[in-house]
């Protein structure tokens, strides 16, 4: 019996701890080029009888993008406080090469573009059992260009003179052989 009791116990614990909401995240801000984005509309899901948290409950997540940024940084929002690495490895800060992230958004109406550079302020994640949730401050966008000729600037006015092209500036009469 009490064998079965100690057995139940453990039980009861482990359930307890994997129940828990996620460890408060700090928020970020985040700058990077748009190379993939999908809009994902709003979706209700029925809650999992006795279950606690969210999961417990009818529950509904946003509209929104799921955007994965590449050339990006990562930096901590003003006023936050860097995590001990120990605490929380799975925060990285500074450049990276991609980096993901889930902007709610009502409509699908090309808010965001890919190709367009984007500024996400004040970003941070939280959840629990029953799912992830994401919010933001705000978002800043530099429009994407037409094209990729027009990511460069316009070439500067030079004091040198122009190269002649052969094809159009020989004499009619030129000769190679003399």
């Known amino acids: 019996m009490r064998f079965l009791l100690t057995i139940i116990m453990v039980i009861a614990f482990a359930a307890a701890g994997t129940t828990a909401p996620m ?3 700090p928020e970020l801000d985040i700058e990077g080029l748009v190379a993939i984005i999908e809009w994902v509309p709003e979706v209700t899901e ?3 009888w006795g279950m606690s948290g969210s999961l417990g409950g009818d529950r509904t997540f946003p509209a929104h ?3 994965e940024l590449v050339d990006c940084n990562v930096t901590l929002a003003e006023g936050e406080i860097e ?3 120990d605490f929380m490895p799975g925060i990285k800060l500074g450049k990276q090469e991609k980096y993901s992230v889930t902007l709610n958004h009502p409509a699908d109406d090309g808010f965001l573009k890919r190709g367009m550079r984007i500024k996400v302020l004040g970003y941070n994640v939280s959840g629990d059992e029953g799912g992830v949730w994401t919010k933001y401050r705000k978002i800043e966008t530099e429009v994407a260009p037409d094209c990729p000729c027009m990511q460069h600037a316009e070439p500067a006015a030079s004091s040198t003179l122009p190269i002649a092209s052969p094809s159009t500036d020989l004499p009619a009469d030129f000769s190679t052989d003399q």
């Open 65 to 67: 993008y799921e955007v």
């Open 46 to 48: 029925k809650g999992v």
């Open 83 to 85: 995590p001990d690495p």
């Open 23 to 25: 460890a408060p995240q």
